[in-house]
């Protein structure tokens, strides 16, 4: 079971960008999912979350400028990043509460994606 994230890349300040991340394996179900952020020397922050009822929540700095959703199938989440700042640039990470099934029994893990890197010009 992995977590794949995608969608960083170099933008102006202003533009926009749309990060995805997509959980694959063997997969029984994805509860919560998450987007961090980390400049370095900096600890790890949330930026937004998405719970398997869609209920969203954000930082105080991203609000009315971030979307956090996800797809039907509930496996991938994004970020929809609109007018960005040079101070949202950093390592964002996806993170999901993830259930596998082993036979009969349920594993729960707490996976994190490879990071990918945003970064804003002034």
């Known amino acids: 079971v992995q977590l794949q994230a995608s969608g960083g890349g170099l933008v102006q300040a202003g533009g926009s960008l749309r990060l995805s991340c997509t959980a694959s394996g063997n997969i029984f179900s994805v509860s919560d999912m998450s987007w961090y952020r980390q400049v370095l020397g900096k600890p790890r922050e949330l930026v937004a979350g998405?719970?398997?009822?869609?209920?969203?929540n954000y930082t105080d700095s991203v609000k009315g400028r971030f979307t956090i959703s996800r797809d039907n199938a509930g496996s991938t989440v994004y970020l929809q990043m609109n007018s960005l700042k040079p101070e949202d640039a950093g390592v964002y990470y996806c993170n999901a509460g993830i259930k596998t099934l082993h036979g009969d029994q349920l594993h729960e893990l707490d996976l994190w994606g490879q990071g990918t890197q945003v970064t804003v010009s002034s």
């Open positions: 998405i719970s398997s009822g869609d209920v969203t």
